[in-house]
């Protein structure tokens, strides 16, 4: 075996290791794409059935054999219909590639949104903060009021009083500026198994995360803590300088250390 392998290395062409490389490339994107995810654990099940397929061929299963060349005769189908968020997300992605990832307006937008989830977490005032990324948010967007305003910790605590009439929906921010308030997020199903462990914001922000690369802070007014939510995994935030480090760390920044090694307490940040 080890000489047949290098053997067919001996003859390989440039084209084929660039194609290897390719198909390495294409396979690890897809791996990080549904990692985490629901998709993840439907990923694994179709592996599973591959397996059955082959060893019931192995070993002339036919009855078992015969169900599933049958199932595997529509396999392309079933992965479009099982995928199509994932698919959707991916594609997205690929098609809207931007140049200019950072700008000193996205650097004060976290430092806002930084501040004004501290200050509500701390007078249990419920949030829910979006920024988006590379996969567009413009159908919640134009749901929603849209404001195209610079993003401010006032205003957000204005827009979050529950007195004010966009308070229960999302805050959108495209490009370090608030792009819309009062958006309707798509909901997390209720019986999916981590719904019931969650509120309604933390649902919607899951949801989201799932369905596209964005970034969703979520401030809970019952338990007075901030969270992080991303590729559909929640994370509690201990501090202003975790969130603001988390922040700018997922959209390619980092945040300016002092000798000491901490980060500055008005968040300067620098690119990366």
Same mark, same amino acid.
């Given at each position: 075996?080890?000489?047949?392998?290098?053997?067919?290395?001996?003859?390989?062409?440039? /084209?084929?290791?660039? *194609?290897?490389?390719?198909?390495?490339? =294409?396979?690890?994107?897809?791996?990080?794409?549904?990692?985490?995810?629901?998709?993840?654990?439907?990923?694994?099940?179709?592996?599973?059935?591959?397996?059955?397929?082959?060893?019931?061929?192995?070993?002339?299963?036919? #009855?078992?054999?015969?169900?599933?060349?049958?199932?595997? #005769?529509?396999?392309?189908?079933?992965?479009?219909?099982?995928?199509?968020?994932?698919?959707?997300?991916?594609?997205?992605?690929?098609?809207?590639?931007?140049?200019?990832?950072?700008?000193?307006?996205?650097?004060?937008?976290?430092?806002?949104?930084?501040?004004?989830?501290?200050?509500?977490?701390?007078?249990? =005032?419920?949030?829910? =903060?979006?920024?988006?990324?590379?996969?567009?948010?413009? /159908?919640?967007?134009?749901?929603?009021?849209?404001?195209?305003?610079?993003?401010?910790?006032?205003?957000?605590?204005?827009?979050?009083? #529950?007195?004010?009439?966009?308070? *229960?929906?999302?805050?959108?921010?495209? /490009?370090?500026?608030?792009?819309?308030?009062?958006?309707?997020?798509?909901?997390?199903?209720?019986?999916?198994?981590?719904?019931?462990?969650?509120?309604?914001?933390?649902?919607?922000?899951?949801?989201?995360?799932? /369905? %596209?690369?964005?970034?969703?802070?979520?401030? %809970?007014?019952?338990?007075?803590?901030? %969270?992080?939510?991303?590729?559909?995994?929640?994370?509690?935030?201990?501090?202003?300088? %975790?969130?603001?480090?988390?922040?700018?760390?997922?959209?390619?920044?980092?945040?300016?250390?002092?000798? #000491?090694?901490?980060?500055?307490?008005?968040?300067?940040?620098?690119?990366?």
């Amino acid at each position: 075996m080890l000489n047949s392998i290098i053997d067919t290395v001996a003859v390989m062409r440039k /084209e084929d290791y660039a *194609d290897i490389i390719l198909v390495a490339v =294409i396979i690890y994107n897809v791996i990080m794409l549904v990692r985490g995810t629901r998709s993840g654990q439907v990923l694994l099940g179709l592996a599973l059935l591959v397996l059955t397929y082959l060893l019931a061929g192995y070993f002339q299963l036919l #009855t078992l054999s015969f169900l599933m060349s049958n199932l595997m #005769t529509n396999i392309f189908t079933v992965l479009v219909i099982l995928f199509a968020v994932d698919i959707r997300r991916g594609l997205a992605r690929m098609g809207r590639f931007s140049f200019s990832k950072t700008s000193p307006v996205v650097f004060d937008a976290v430092n806002e949104v930084v501040r004004a989830a501290f200050f509500m977490a701390e007078n249990r =005032i419920g949030a829910l =903060i979006a920024f988006e990324r590379h996969v567009s948010l413009g /159908e919640y967007i134009e749901a929603g009021a849209k404001l195209g305003s610079v993003v401010s910790d006032r205003l957000l605590l204005a827009i979050f009083n #529950t007195h004010a009439p966009l308070h *229960d929906g999302a805050v959108i921010i495209r /490009e370090g500026r608030l792009a819309a308030a009062g958006c309707f997020l798509p909901l997390l199903p209720s019986e999916d198994n981590v719904a019931k462990f969650f509120g309604t914001r933390h649902r919607a922000a899951i949801g989201l995360s799932r /369905e %596209s690369d964005s970034l969703i802070v979520v401030v %809970s007014e019952e338990r007075g803590l901030v %969270s992080l939510v991303r590729n559909g995994e929640v994370e509690v935030m201990m501090g202003a300088a %975790s969130l603001r480090d988390r922040l700018l760390s997922n959209m390619g920044m980092k945040v300016k250390k002092d000798k #000491t090694g901490s980060s500055p307490a008005k968040g300067v940040v620098k690119k990366s």
